[in-house]
């Protein structure tokens, strides 16, 4: 049993955590949304890749070929990342820029991975779908956004924490999910403010929490290279970038699988990006099924002369960050898990309105007049 004392230490701390993150959750909620539908809202508005229909044993094009086709596009740009969807392998997207590290003028060409030619050039930036992502991981603001938005995620799960503390005293004296409607107006919010924050509860703390660990991927990335990949490249520590004509991206990739039959390819990074090195192809590998999946299976390879040099299973931080990615979105299970999340998340964002409006009428004199019950302090109800 809580005291006053506890009470009020609890419901302040509710009340801060909330008010200072309830903002900044109401956006993410919003552009959440669509971003669970994303390839959904990609088809009707036409901005999907649509692959043709052909036998499924049609023989496959070279990578070679196909990185020949993307560059012939864009003749000064040079290839930083070839990737697939996780569920369809009929489509190579190869993104261009002028440098490895350079993501400021960066174009897409999708390649048929079974005939070598074009099928689009997917916009990079612009879309509808590519403003609610930004939005969404880092407010237009780079790590800074995404470390800002990580604070707001801790405050979320303090929030969640301190709501279910207070709502546990709130509960002897009501029947579970009950809500007085006849009290007044801000009593009937309380309860269904209380009930949806309860059937929410654990969404939304897994939610808030993947979507926490998400902001640091810059940072989980960068020590991952400075930890396991330094130690993996060390034999080319003192040699030269490399300039020129790399080996046969096709013969590289062909190593990889050989070297872990069985797995598919997730995506391949060029030398001098962030998942390789300035010697290597990163190619990635990733099991087939749901979860494994996620998961990859990091191969460096000789830029030049197609040989596997080194490959490690990735360290822990690095697989949750990878598996939260997806769990964060709803990207398991299908489309019935897409909707679950999306009802879920329209749920939170009721959840989010009204402890604005449950705050809002208790600072209102206006509102206090017309109904003296809103002058009733919150803790001190939650024990009637």
């Known amino acids: 049993m809580l005291s006053s004392r506890a009470i009020k230490v609890w419901s302040w701390l509710h009340k ?229 004509q790399l080996g046969s991206l096709e013969k590289a990739v062909q190593s990889a699988r050989a070297f872990a039959p069985g797995m598919k390819i997730g995506f391949i990074a060029f030398p001098g990006t962030s998942f390789s090195t300035p010697h290597h192809y990163g190619v990635f590998l990733r099991g087939d099924e749901d979860l494994t999946s996620r998961l990859f299976k990091p191969v460096l390879v000789d830029a030049m002369t197609g040989e596997v040099t080194d490959s490690r299973a990735l360290p822990w931080y690095l697989s949750a960050l990878l598996v939260s990615q997806p769990l964060h979105f709803g990207d398991y299970g299908g489309l019935p898990m897409q909707i679950l999340w999306a009802v879920l998340d329209i749920l939170t964002i009721i959840v989010l309105g009204s402890g604005l409006y449950l705050w809002w009428v208790r600072r209102s004199p206006a509102a206090v007049a017309r109904d003296p019950e809103l002058a009733v302090p919150a803790a001190p109800e939650a024990t009637r």
């Open 16 to 244: 801060w955590t909330s008010l200072v993150c309830t903002v900044f959750m109401l956006l993410l909620c919003l552009t959440g949304l669509p971003l669970i539908f994303h390839h959904e809202i990609g088809h009707l508005l036409g901005t999907e890749v649509e692959a043709p229909e052909l036998a499924p044993d049609a023989p496959r094009a070279s990578l070679d070929t196909v990185m020949q086709v993307a560059t012939a596009r864009y003749p000064g740009k040079g290839g930083m990342f070839v990737s697939q969807e996780p569920d369809d392998d009929r489509v190579w997207y190869v993104t261009l820029s002028n440098t490895p590290t350079d993501e400021t003028d960066m174009r897409q060409v999708a390649v048929d991975a079974r005939t070598g030619q074009p099928l689009a050039e997917p916009k990079l930036e612009g879309t509808f779908i590519h403003v609610m992502n930004s939005l969404h991981v880092d407010l237009f603001m780079g790590l800074a956004g995404k470390l800002f938005l990580g604070f707001m995620g801790l405050l979320l799960l303090i929030a969640v924490v301190s709501g279910v503390v207070l709502y546990s005293p709130f509960m002897r004296k009501l029947a579970f999910g009950e809500v007085r409607r006849e009290r007044s107006t801000r009593v009937k919010w309380l309860d269904l403010h209380n009930l949806l924050g309860i059937v929410t509860l654990t969404w939304l703390f897994v939610v808030g929490a993947t979507g926490m660990i998400n902001t640091w991927a810059d940072l989980v990335i960068k020590y991952w290279q400075n930890d396991q990949v330094a130690e993996m490249v060390a034999p080319y520590r003192d040699r030269p970038p490399l300039t020129g």
